[in-house]
């Protein structure tokens, strides 16, 4: 993947991903996030927007946008097993075996698309729970990813990311005003709901701040 490689290694793999994320209309995300969460919502009660919404619906569109099916069942354990410390398991080495296949396999392009898709799920769903939380409670909307990884010298390192959600430099997210999008689409789908509990618990991360279980019903 691009963000674990250096000099031209990283330029070419972020290229394709760039390329990739070229070819979406943005707009287009922020409807159809949209109009999949209104569908889920229409049909359910109670809904806990941190597993039903805000991880497949922005990679169930963003996999539509390029190209592909709605693989958001398999990114989601392959992007929980992307974290430090995490040794994945066997339903996670199987899904990205699927991810691989689904798009195009064993090519730098594959790593791109999934890459971009792993990327679309834990964290555009820390932008959806941090920004409903802050809305719901009227306390400010925190910063979901707090650190990076880079790899430099065979060595994986930290970088702390405070004020700077999406990266700066020739690091910076490419997909920021996608994630933006997305996340605007469910966001503005939920208006008019109320939270179920009074505390949010919080997922135990050292690189991410977002809620683990966020359970919403109509106001």
Not at 13 to 23: E, G, P
Request: with cysteine; proline share 6%; net charge neutral.
């Amino acid at each position: 993947m691009a963000r674990f490689s250096n000099g031209s290694d990283h330029v070419r793999r972020r290229a394709l991903a760039v390329d990739a994320l070229a070819l979406v209309d943005v707009d287009s995300l922020r409807d159809k996030a949209f109009a999949r969460t209104h569908q889920i919502m229409t049909s359910v009660d109670v809904v806990d927007v941190m597993a039903e919404i805000a991880r497949p619906v922005p990679v169930g569109v963003l996999a539509e946008a390029l190209g592909l099916p709605d693989v958001s069942a398999d990114v989601t354990p392959v992007a929980a097993a992307y974290h430090p410390h995490v040794t994945p398991g066997a339903d996670a080495e199987a899904a990205l075996t699927r991810l691989i296949a689904v798009c195009g396999g064993p090519t730098e392009l594959a790593a791109a698309r999934i890459g971009l898709l792993v990327q679309a799920c834990d964290a555009t769903a820390g932008l959806i729970g941090n920004g409903l939380s802050a809305s719901l409670t009227g306390k400010p909307a925190e910063q979901p990813v707090l650190r990076t990884r880079r790899r430099i010298d065979g060595e994986d390192v930290t970088v702390s990311l405070a004020g700077t959600p999406f990266g700066a430099g020739p690091r910076e997210c490419p997909g920021s005003r996608h994630a933006t999008a997305l996340a605007t689409g469910v966001l503005e789908a939920l208006r008019g709901f109320r939270l179920t509990e009074t505390e949010t618990t919080w997922v135990s991360s050292p690189n991410l701040r977002m809620p683990a279980v966020l359970r919403v019903t109509r106001g």
